[in-house]
């Protein structure tokens, strides 16, 4: 059937359904497959997010126990008391604060501890070698202490000992529980002691993972990072016996082998539990190298995505059908006119034939056709005029000019008539079906369709008016467009900014940091405070309101220094600074706080602050303890040692009464003296304020006085005559400096002098020394005797004078002369090779405390000795 048959009607519905259902068929096609696409992508996303976060979450957990058995390590590295039940005691401790332990451990090399090994074979904590291997731990219910075994050829120890790095192991089974262990090596000055370590058992990661579950059925498990299972929220048996590498299952396979490298992914298998299609996501927990896994049914996973895909079928076809039925009303409405007047101009035609001219057009029809039965009256009007005139206004018409008019009553010529009435009909028909095109265009907002069919004259002047009017809409749809669109955005961005500040404000509110802005002006007011200010128990309108500034809370002490350090960070041009001072609360409470305080410079180099505060009051304290603990550490330290020093110096006088020969008494005596130099030492530390240095002059005075009352010359014609600097001197060269003085003050009440005979013994101690040996202010006649003497040695020491001159230029030297004017040294006697012990120990001492010595037996006996204070760094 040719088309050209087909009813103008049938045509436009056929026409307008057609092709309005392309448009939807492809619109719907590229929308659904859009937003499956985009849904779909957010189902895997969504799902790698929560498996991620899972697996974060379990890092932290690890990573805390790893930090126990590094915290002890490190703790145990500095430990200096070599307590072995305070020891146990510690990691007893840690194992009752810490629940999610089962055992805490110490595991040293033979004698590292305290090299007592020996004393404790088979002791608590110890084996039968006697290394102090304590294991702590709750496997059988209550808390025991037993020896650790297996040390040294398990993992547990040996890597820790090989690489020297904190070591994570396989899990694994020990008497029925499944375990990992973390494990911190222990160093002591660069040498590996031993290992810490926490057993932490698996128990608590299968219940946290078996009760995940996503979606309906989905569920989650871990496993290690050579794909053992470490928990099932089903097959219970799996766990520690089953790897992922265990399953015929390439997709498996190629997962457990991104596991073992620390990749996360997806894989899409077929559950063989289930039996369903899942996505198996797996994420990596950095420490331990395990895996967190998440297995989610595909269908369930997608379908949201279903749902939306069907939804939006469901809204095309609808579509499609109002569509074809607004096509029959549009057909019928452009139709149903044109019938009618179809019909009216077949009724006059008729009558034309007839010869009936009269007759007239229907001129009531719709506005958009009545120029057509009024044109037909026009032409009807126009028969009566000459055929000519006719067919001149008809071609005139034709050409839009509608104000022609006939003025001439002539006839005939109808054919010419009928042939100019067709064209002008035909015209007229394409610009009014062109138009009626376009607006129905209009009333489906579709502005793109153009004006196809243009008049002449007043024709033209609608034609390019509905195409100027239809370009205009076209516009002001794409701009509406537009700016929907860019309102869209905006609203949405606006919603995200609001959410963002909300989350922020809560994590703030909710946290012990609060968060201050102030401006750069007197008193620092606030213009932001966080709600959780209320901590220091103000309100955020106190602020605000400026009833109270932030230099009001600051403790007056420390005001002048914040004020000082930030007017020299804004000066400086410095962005960041931390410092640290004390608050006043609202009630008077003193705190210490911690800040953070940003410096910002806006484009009017206005200076803007914003400050981070943490209360470190309870830091604080726990500093102070631990400096009293320490200083009652030392204390108890050096009063021990003395205790233990005079314990040794009395057996040693109890043990010489076993003996009857005098050199052998002797002996027992002088150690008795040497061991009582040292004691008193630590004697005078135990008594210094800073535990640190000894106030040598007072232990001068006591070291002599001692010795006068030992050699019993307390009421003797011997006197003892100091000349001593107010000196303070370390522990590392007041020991061997006593002892020094010890033996040579005893050589000289021992040998110096006859019984009964008068005699003096001098000990001089001076810093920066610039004299020589006699270089001293007596007040009495030998006192000038000396110093004449002390001339003429001079002159023969030149060599000595040099050596004195140099010495002189060290900074911080001390001289040290202790002389008697007794019978003098032995001649031809070198007091450096000699077998006396006294007076090896003095040599043997000097070089100890880098120092030089010299004797002098001009005039009695008289040693020198110049030496440098040594300085160690603290020991911790």
């Known amino acids: 059937m040719r088309l050209k048959n087909v ?22 096609a590229v929308i659904i497959g859009t937003v499956t696409s985009q849904e779909e992508k957010l189902a895997y996303e969504k799902s790698i997010e929560m498996a991620g976060n899972y697996a974060n979450q379990f890092d932290a957990q690890m990573e805390a126990n790893q930090a126990i058995a590094r915290t002890l390590a490190c703790t145990m590295a500095e430990y200096g008391s070599q307590d072995r039940e305070e020891a146990m005691s510690i990691i007893k401790r840690i194992l009752n604060e810490n629940p999610q332990l089962i055992g805490v451990y110490l595991g040293y090399e033979p004698d590292a501890f305290d090299g007592r090994d020996k004393n404790y074979i088979n002791a608590p904590g110890h084996d039968s070698t006697g290394r102090f291997v304590p294991y702590c731990n709750k496997i ?24 020297g790095k904190d070591t994570l192991t396989e899990p694994y089974f020990y008497e029925g529980i499944f375990m990992v262990s973390y494990d911190s090596p222990i160093f002591k000055n660069g040498e590996f002691a031993g290992i810490a370590g926490v057993d932490v058992p698996l128990e608590y990661v299968d219940e946290v993972a078996s009760s995940i579950r996503t979606f309906d059925t989905g569920y989650a498990f871990m496993v290690s990072n050579t794909g053992i299972f470490l928990s099932h929220p089903t097959q219970k048996n799996w766990i520690g016996e089953k790897s992922l590498s265990d399953f015929d299952v390439e997709e498996i396979k190629n997962a457990a082998s991104d596991i073992r490298e620390g990749i996360g992914g997806h894989v899409e298998i077929k559950d063989p539990i289930t039996g369903k299609t899942v ?114 206004v008809t071609n005139a018409l034709a050409k839009g000019e509608l104000k022609e008019r006939v003025n001439v009553d002539v006839q005939g010529e109808f054919r010419e008539l009928g042939d100019t009435l067709d064209k002008f009909s035909e015209t007229l028909n394409m610009i009014i079906d062109d138009s009626n095109a376009v607006l129905t265009a209009f ?22 008016g509905i195409e100027e009017t239809r370009r205009v809409l076209d516009l002001i749809t794409m701009q509406r467009r537009v700016a929907e669109k860019a309102l869209l955005d905006y609203a949405m961005e606006l919603e995200h900014s609001n959410k963002l500040k909300e989350e922020m404000e809560r994590v703030i509110n909710n946290s012990p940091v609060i968060v201050f802005l102030w401006k750069y002006e007197p008193g620092w007011p606030a213009e932001f405070v966080s709600e959780n200010v209320s901590l220091l128990g103000y309100e955020v309108e106190d602020f605000i309101s400026k009833r109270v500034f932030y230099e009001n809370i600051i403790h ?15 000066e ?57 603990i320490e200083e009652i550490h030392k204390k108890e330290i050096h009063h021990r040692i003395k205790n233990n020093l005079q314990v040794i110096s009395t057996l040693l006088y109890l043990e010489s009464g076993n003996f009857s020969d005098e050199k052998v008494i002797e002996a027992f005596i002088e150690s008795q003296h040497r061991v009582k130099s040292m004691a008193l030492v630590h004697e005078k530390l135990y008594q210094s304020e800073d535990m640190v240095s000894v106030d040598f002059a007072d232990y001068i005075k006591d070291l002599s006085d001692y010795l006068f009352h030992s050699y019993s010359v307390g009421d003797g014609n011997v006197s003892l005559r100091l000349d001593i600097e107010n000196i303070f001197l370390g ?74 001159a140099e010495d002189r230029k060290a900074e911080d030297r001390l001289t040290l002369i202790v002389r008697d004017n007794g019978r003098g040294f032995p001649e031809g006697l070198d007091f450096r090779d000699t077998d006396s012990l006294g007076l090896q120990l003095v040599t043997a001492l000097v070089d100890q405390i880098n120092g030089s010595i010299e004797l002098d037996t001009s005039r009695g006996t008289g040693f020198k000795i110049i030496f440098q204070e040594l300085k160690y760094k603290t020991r911790v």
Not at 7 to 28: D, E, M, R, Y
Not at 443 to 464: A, C, M, P, W
Not at 556 to 570: F, G, M, S, W
């Open 731 to 804: 522990m590392d060269t007041a020991v061997p400096l006593g002892i020094i003085i010890n033996e040579l003050v005893s050589n000289s009440l021992k040998h110096a002098f006859s019984k009964g005979e008068d005699g003096e013994i001098c000990i001089r101690l001076h810093r920066n020394e610039r004299g020589n040996l006699y270089t001293e202010n007596y007040n009495n006649a030998e006192a000038k005797v000396a110093m004449s003497e002390k001339t003429d040695f001079n002159g023969i020491s030149r060599l000595q004078e040099d050596k004195k």
């Open 443 to 464: 009333q489906n907002y579709d502005f793109k369709r153009e004006i196809s069919v243009h008049g002449q004259g007043d024709f033209k002047l609608l034609t390019d």
């Open 556 to 570: 007056p002490e420390d005001l002048q220094k914040i004020q000082e350090e930030l007017a020299r960070n804004v």
């Open 572 to 628: 400086s041009g410095c962005n960041l600074y931390n410092s640290e001072y004390r608050v006043l609360t609202r009630s008077g409470e003193v705190r210490w706080v911690d800040e953070r305080t940003f410096i910002h410079r806006d484009e009017r180099c206005e200076v803007h602050l914003q400050g981070v505060i943490l209360d470190v009051t309870e830091h604080k304290k726990a500093e102070e303890a631990l400096l009293q």
């Open 140 to 163: 059988n219910g209550p808390v025991i202490i037993e020896p650790l075994v297996h040390y040294d050829s398990s993992d547990y120890y040996q890597l820790p000992k090989t690489t």
């Open 279 to 392: 996505i198996m996501f797996y994420e990596p927990v950095k420490t331990g190298d395990f895996s967190f896994v998440l297995v989610v049914p595909k269908e369930e996973m997608l379908a949201g995505v279903k749902d939306l895909r069907d939804r939006l079928l469901i809204i095309s076809a609808i579509s499609i059908l109002f569509m074809a039925a607004l096509a029959h009303m549009i057909a019928r409405s452009i139709t149903r006119p044109i019938d009618d007047i179809v019909d009216d101009f077949k009724n006059i035609a008729q009558e034309a034939v007839k010869g009936k001219l009269d007759v007239r057009a229907n001129t009531d029809v719709e506005v958009d056709f009545q120029e057509i039965p009024t044109g037909l009256n026009e032409i009807l009007k126009a028969v009566v005029v000459p055929v000519r005139e006719t067919i001149r």
């Open 7 to 28: 009813p103008l009607k049938p045509k436009l519905v056929i026409f307008i359904v057609v092709g309005v259902f392309l448009i939807l068929a492809v619109s719907t």
